[in-house]
């Protein structure tokens, strides 16, 4: 069975939750470790890094990041007794910036993958995620077996270190079967399949169903590529890591990440 159907969760402990939720992740390299400490923390606040193109994880809103994350992260600062704020970065200086003790954390729909369990500590898992592919009406390619098909050579559109580009290089690119075209932002990978420059995109179905509502002739192929899950990521050994599952387990037996998926994705 093709890697692409595999539920990648590796050695993390599930909190499931009953609204279905989406995600994205990749590789990113690690400066040197500060040993997990900063200097935010002791002053009492938390300071999450995110992308906020990833909606509605994340996402720009009246000149704030908003999002399910943003509040989840907000509801567990406030659990925790201590300030709350955001910094926005290219999705793949995340690791660099919670490694370095630049953030406290980072939080934007993060998969949980080998590659990173090198770099950093995730807590345990918060939301299950679901990576599908994009085409225009009439595409070509119909299913997903067609990006895998005999004499394939589609040009993919992916998130620059998402977990989209990691499963596309390794069972397109590197398998000789397409060539893969990467985009700072999911939303200047749509723009390019929309200028007919790539034959397809490969993201989170929640951002993809946000993408394909704006963008009239965009389909969202029925076959799901992957399945995954979510955590928050955090320096090697941080004190944070503990902290943060516990209250993360209260917030969701409260019902409270409950109400602020409800308040972002409408059940269906």
Same mark, same amino acid.
């Given at each position: 069975?093709?890697?692409?159907?595999?539920?990648?969760?590796?050695?993390?402990?599930?909190?499931?939750?009953? +609204? #279905?939720? @989406?995600?994205?992740? =990749?590789? !990113?390299?690690?400066?040197? $470790?500060?040993?997990?400490?900063?200097?935010?923390? &002791?002053?009492?606040?938390?300071?999450?890094?995110?992308?906020?193109?990833?909606?509605?994880?994340?996402?720009?809103?009246?000149?704030?990041?908003?999002?399910?994350?943003?509040?989840?992260? +907000? #509801?567990? @600062?406030?659990?925790? =007794?201590? !300030?709350?704020?955001?910094? $926005?970065?290219?999705?793949?200086?995340?690791?660099? &910036?919670?490694?370095?003790?630049?953030?406290?954390?980072?939080?934007?729909?993060?998969?949980?993958?080998?590659?990173?369990?090198?770099?950093?500590?995730?807590?345990?898992?918060?939301?299950?995620?679901?990576?599908?592919?994009?085409?225009?009406?009439?595409?070509?390619?119909?299913?997903?077996?067609?990006?895998?098909?005999?004499? &394939?050579?589609?040009?993919?559109?992916?998130?620059?270190?998402?977990?989209?580009?990691?499963?596309?290089?390794?069972?397109?690119?590197?398998?000789?079967?397409?060539?893969?075209?990467?985009?700072?932002?999911?939303?200047?990978?749509?723009?390019?399949?929309?200028?007919?420059?790539?034959?397809?995109?490969?993201?989170?179905?929640?951002?993809?169903?946000?993408?394909?509502?704006?963008?009239?002739?965009?389909?969202?192929?029925?076959?799901?590529?992957?399945?995954?899950?979510?955590?928050?990521?955090?320096?090697?050994?941080?004190?944070?890591?503990?902290?943060?599952?516990?209250?993360?387990?209260?917030?969701?037996?409260?019902?409270?990440?409950?109400?602020?998926?409800?308040?972002?994705?409408?059940?269906?």
């Amino acid at each position: 069975m093709k890697k692409y159907l595999k539920n990648i969760m590796a050695g993390t402990m599930v909190f499931a939750m009953t +609204a #279905a939720l @989406a995600g994205c992740g =990749g590789s !990113e390299p690690a400066p040197a $470790d500060n040993g997990g400490e900063d200097n935010a923390e &002791a002053a009492g606040t938390l300071i999450m890094a995110t992308n906020a193109e990833f909606p509605p994880y994340e996402f720009h809103e009246g000149g704030e990041i908003v999002g399910i994350d943003a509040e989840v992260a +907000a #509801a567990i @600062a406030e659990k925790l =007794g201590m !300030e709350f704020q955001i910094e $926005d970065m290219a999705f793949d200086s995340i690791i660099p &910036a919670v490694t370095s003790g630049k953030a406290s954390f980072g939080m934007a729909g993060m998969t949980v993958t080998e590659e990173r369990l090198q770099n950093v500590d995730f807590s345990d898992s918060y939301a299950t995620g679901v990576q599908v592919v994009i085409v225009k009406e009439g595409s070509a390619i119909t299913a997903v077996d067609d990006l895998f098909a005999e004499g &394939a050579n589609n040009l993919v559109g992916v998130q620059t270190g998402t977990t989209g580009d990691i499963y596309a290089t390794g069972d397109i690119e590197d398998e000789g079967l397409g060539t893969i075209e990467r985009f700072n932002k999911g939303a200047d990978a749509v723009l390019a399949l929309t200028q007919d420059k790539i034959d397809c995109v490969i993201i989170d179905n929640e951002p993809a169903k946000e993408f394909v509502a704006a963008n009239e002739g965009l389909v969202i192929l029925d076959t799901a590529y992957a399945e995954e899950d979510y955590a928050i990521c955090f320096a090697k050994d941080s004190e944070l890591t503990e902290q943060v599952n516990g209250a993360l387990k209260e917030l969701i037996a409260d019902g409270t990440v409950q109400s602020i998926i409800d308040k972002y994705i409408n059940a269906e």
